[in-house]
């Protein structure tokens, strides 16, 4: 069966350090990847998705990128955090983009 | 755009009532319709979906959720609640493309 695991689940950083969330998916090839922010409160944001090895489909302009080294691996980076970068960050995959996704249990970042 | 609303920001239910959470949706054509559930701190989990067919469609954990056209929506519905039933829950909208839209969510509270 397919798994989704995302490291950190909790992370504390200062504002201006850099970021690397790290989604990883297992019993599945070529999966669509998304990454997801939640704000305190407030729905899902899809930030990022992936259909494929180095390919990114960016949703919102903002401080953070993200990056797909290998067909199931998928990044969320950021060269320097503001404090409007905390929230819970979810990563989740599907077969393909008509098909369901599947969310990782996510990352809390607080940024201090 | 599509667009996903979720009228009832929370809901309080006595355990052993029913529920029926709202969702009402816009888009021009019919789209992929889906149901999560969220518990606090951990991801979204899929409950139920509709693409097609049958507009009553079951999910996981004795939920159901029936698609009406007319009106746009696509309710949650369960007999009796029971305690680990209280979450968040998420109506989303599938589209063209690979976006998926997330309602606001639901809070659903259990009394005892």
């Known amino acids: 069966s397919q798994t989704i695991h995302q490291w950190p689940a909790t992370l504390v950083q200062p504002v201006g350090s850099p970021l690397s969330l790290e989604c990883t998916v297992e019993g599945t090839s070529n999966p669509n990847l998304y990454w997801y922010r939640q704000a305190a409160g407030r729905g899902l944001q899809l930030l990022f998705y992936?259909?494929?090895?180095?390919?990114i489909s960016s949703e919102v302009p903002q401080n953070l990128s993200a990056s797909r080294p290998q067909d199931r691996q998928f990044i969320l980076s950021s060269k320097k955090l503001l404090l409007s970068d905390s929230g819970f960050y979810l990563c989740?995959?599907?077969?393909?983009?008509?098909?369901?996704?599947?969310f990782g249990d996510g990352t809390r970042l607080s940024i201090l | 755009a599509q667009s996903v609303t979720q009228p009832d920001i929370h809901i309080t239910v006595s355990e052993g009532a029913s529920l029926e959470l709202r969702c009402n949706y816009s888009y021009g054509a019919t789209p992929y319709l889906f149901w999560y559930v969220q518990s606090p701190g951990q991801g979204l989990q899929l409950l139920l979906k509709y693409f097609s067919g049958d507009t009553l469609v079951q999910g996981i954990k004795g939920f159901e959720a029936e698609f009406k056209r007319s009106q746009s929506s696509f309710n949650l519905r369960k007999p009796s609640v029971h305690w680990s039933d209280a979450a968040e829950y998420f109506c989303a909208v599938k589209a063209a493309g690979n976006k998926l839209t997330f309602g606001g969510g639901t809070r659903v509270l259990v009394k005892p």
């Open positions: 992936s259909v494929g090895i180095g390919q």
């Open positions: 989740a995959w599907s077969s393909d983009s008509n098909q369901p996704q599947h």
